[in-house]
Structures are given as structure tokens and as C-alpha cells.
């Protein structure tokens, strides 16, 4: 197989290419990197692009689509509850389908929370593509354009993603790769929701409004990430920035 990415330096998201080695073929996994380096990259691999795959329609995953469709001659899929946000999609993917090819299958995941339609993609003995639903020791945020519920979230990670074989190599939307039985241990959310961890109970407010930190922890870009519980027991994982701590 043919792995390899080209990285954001600011967003620190990746654009993934996924192809067979001995037949040239693949797929082009989000286009917010830079567009030029994206496509010298799958040149220099010599593949053919069948799909650019929009995992959701955030900018910073979504930027060069209709230059990268326009010059790998592909089109730009996404799932039916993206498709208005996503520039250039020429047609939609859904839970369960499949990309078959010479000698590996790749089948499309949705993973809803971060965002309603956002998808993945499972290629069997070698690894699952989360997008902005897992990342290395953290997860997505679930108050960013088009999200949908923190327990969608949870679901997405705890019985989907996490459900693959421990030694499945995770791709994430942003930051470093890792693997599944890492996450499952080592991942401050997972191991809260897993009962290994109790949460805090720090005072702060989101928006104004008064929460209760569950979580504080680092986020895959040096910043923070926490879980907060609203006073109507709603939960959420916010941004840091988007956290005022209080003391009391």
C-alpha cells in the first residue's frame, strides 16, 4: 500500500493518499493542506485518483478540492448531509459503501458528532481514516458548524472506531497517527468514558453560561481540549480557548 499525507503547518491538518502500489489507484482523503503539495505528491506516487473524499465540510478540510478535482481529472464525494457545505461534490457516499480495488477495500464509515455527516474510511488490515472524530490522545470538538451531539461523538468513537483490532494504525485529521489499543489506554476522553478515569468537577463557564471541567487536557495541537457539563447535564468538548476557568 501506498500511505502518505501532506500537512497543514498552521491547521496541522492532513490531506491522505491511499492507494494500491502495484495498480496505481486510490483515493485522495481531504484537500485542506497545500494544494500544490497534494497534488506533486500524487504525481510523484504515480496513482491514479478514482475519489477525493470530503470527511466534512470544514474549510480546513475542504480548501482545494475544485483545483485538486480539476487537475486529477476525480470527483469530490461527500456524505448527503455535507454536500451543500462541501465545494465541487459531484456525488454523495453513505454508511457501508464500498471502494473495491485489485487487492484492497476501502469501506466508508459515517461518524456523526463533530459534524452530522461526517465519514471515515476503513481499510481492513491497515487502518481507518477518523477524520476529526479521533485524533492522537484527544477527540473532536462537538460545538463546531454542523455538529450534532456529544453522545453521536462518544458513539462514533467508543462503538465504531474503537471497535477495530488494537493493533489497527489510526489516520486522524489532524496531528500524529496512532493505534487503536493506544487510544483505548491512553487517550484522556476514552479513558473517562471508559470508567479508568473519574472526572473533575473545577468551576468555568463556556459562553457565559456556568459549566462543571470534567476534563482538561491537551489537544493535538499543543492547545487544550476539555469535557464540560452544562447545568442542565448537557455535555460537551469544547476548544480550550472557548473555556474561562473560575476560582472560587
Excluded: C
Aim: charge should be neutral; aromatic fraction near 8%; avoid cysteine.
Amino acid at each position: 500500500m501506498i500511505i502518505d499525507r501532506v500537512q497543514h503547518p498552521g491547521w496541522l491538518v492532513n490531506s491522505w493518499l491511499v492507494a494500491g502500489r502495484e495498480e496505481g489507484r486510490g483515493i485522495l482523503i481531504d484537500t485542506g493542506a497545500d494544494a500544490a503539495k497534494i497534488l506533486e505528491m500524487v504525481r510523484r506516487h504515480g496513482v491514479k485518483i478514482v475519489a477525493i473524499l470530503s470527511t466534512h465540510r470544514h474549510y480546513d478540510h475542504v480548501a482545494g478540492n475544485e483545483f485538486l478535482s480539476r487537475n486529477l481529472n476525480a470527483p469530490v464525494l461527500s456524505h448527503s448531509l455535507e454536500r451543500a457545505f462541501v465545494p465541487g461534490v459531484s456525488d454523495v457516499v453513505k454508511e457501508g459503501q464500498l471502494f473495491e480495488f485489485a487487492s484492497w477495500t476501502a469501506e466508508v464509515i459515517h461518524l456523526p458528532g463533530h459534524t452530522a455527516g461526517q465519514i471515515g474510511l476503513h481499510v481492513p488490515g491497515v487502518g481507518v481514516w477518523t477524520a476529526d472524530t479521533l485524533f492522537k490522545h484527544s477527540v473532536g470538538g462537538t460545538v463546531a458548524p454542523g455538529h450534532t451531539k456529544f453522545e453521536d461523538l462518544r458513539s462514533s468513537i467508543l462503538d465504531k472506531l474503537l471497535a477495530y483490532p488494537e493493533d489497527l494504525t489510526i489516520y486522524p485529521g489532524h496531528g500524529d497517527t496512532t493505534t487503536v489499543g493506544h487510544e483505548l489506554e491512553r487517550n484522556p476522553f476514552v479513558r473517562l468514558w471508559r470508567g479508568m478515569d473519574q472526572p473533575t468537577t473545577r468551576p468555568g463557564r463556556v459562553e457565559g453560561k456556568r459549566v462543571t471541567i470534567e476534563l482538561w487536557t491537551k489537544d493535538y495541537d499543543s492547545g487544550h481540549k476539555a469535557q464540560v457539563r452544562f447545568a442542565n447535564d448537557r455535555v460537551e468538548t469544547v476548544p480550550g480557548s472557548k473555556v474561562q476557568k473560575v476560582t472560587l
